[in-house]
C-alpha cells in the first residue's frame, strides 16, 4: 500500500475502462490523497478512497505529494509543469514583448528575443498557464 495524488486531476472510477462516463465515482485532485493498494500490467491502479475501492489511470497519479511544487519550468526544462496544446499559427504582438526561453517573468535573463508589432511569429503550443 502506498499514498498517491493525482498530478493534476484524475478520474476514480467504480472499474477499470473510459468508455462508460457512468462509472466515474469520485475525481481525485492534486493533493487529495488516496491509497494505492495495487497496479495493474493494464495501466489502471487500484485505489481506496473515501471508504471507497476505485480505480484509476496510474499515468495520471504519483506518490510524489508533492509533485506540483517540483514542476516549475526551469531553463534545463522549460514545460515542466506545464501542458500545452499544440497549435501552428501565425501571430503578432498587440505591443512589445519579450520572448523568453522559460514560461516565466521571474528572471530577466530568459528573454531570448523581443517581438514588434507588426512581426510575424509561428505559435506552436498554448500553455495551459496562459503561455
Same mark, same amino acid.
Do not use: M
Given at each position: 500500500?502506498?499514498?498517491?495524488?493525482?498530478?493534476?486531476?484524475?478520474?476514480?472510477?467504480?472499474?477499470?475502462?473510459?468508455?462508460?462516463?457512468?462509472?466515474?465515482?469520485?475525481?481525485?485532485?492534486?493533493?487529495?490523497?488516496?491509497?494505492?493498494?495495487?497496479?495493474? !500490467? &493494464?495501466?489502471? =491502479?487500484?485505489?481506496?478512497?473515501?471508504?471507497?475501492?476505485?480505480?484509476?489511470?496510474? $499515468?495520471?497519479? /504519483?506518490?510524489?505529494?508533492?509533485?506540483?511544487?517540483?514542476?516549475?519550468?526551469?531553463? !534545463? &526544462?522549460?514545460? =515542466?509543469?506545464?501542458?500545452?496544446?499544440?497549435?501552428?499559427?501565425?501571430?503578432?504582438? $498587440?505591443?512589445? /514583448?519579450?520572448?523568453?526561453?522559460?514560461?516565466?517573468?521571474?528572471?530577466?535573463?530568459?528573454?531570448?528575443?523581443?517581438?514588434?508589432?507588426?512581426?510575424?511569429?509561428?505559435?506552436?503550443?498554448?500553455?495551459?498557464?496562459?503561455?
Amino acid at each position: 500500500k502506498e499514498e498517491v495524488t493525482a498530478k493534476e486531476k484524475a478520474n476514480l472510477r467504480s472499474e477499470p475502462g473510459t468508455d462508460r462516463e457512468d462509472t466515474i465515482k469520485e475525481v481525485l485532485l492534486y493533493g487529495d490523497v488516496a491509497v494505492r493498494t495495487g497496479i495493474g !500490467d &493494464n495501466g489502471w =491502479s487500484k485505489v481506496e478512497y473515501k471508504g471507497q475501492v476505485l480505480y484509476a489511470l496510474s $499515468k495520471y497519479l /504519483t506518490t510524489n505529494l508533492k509533485y506540483q511544487e517540483k514542476a516549475k519550468p526551469s531553463k !534545463d &526544462n522549460p514545460e =515542466s509543469g506545464i501542458h500545452f496544446t499544440e497549435v501552428n499559427e501565425k501571430v503578432t504582438a $498587440k505591443e512589445v /514583448t519579450n520572448l523568453r526561453l522559460v514560461p516565466s517573468t521571474e528572471a530577466e535573463d530568459t528573454v531570448a528575443a523581443v517581438l514588434h508589432n507588426g512581426d510575424i511569429a509561428v505559435r506552436t503550443g498554448i500553455g495551459d498557464n496562459g503561455w
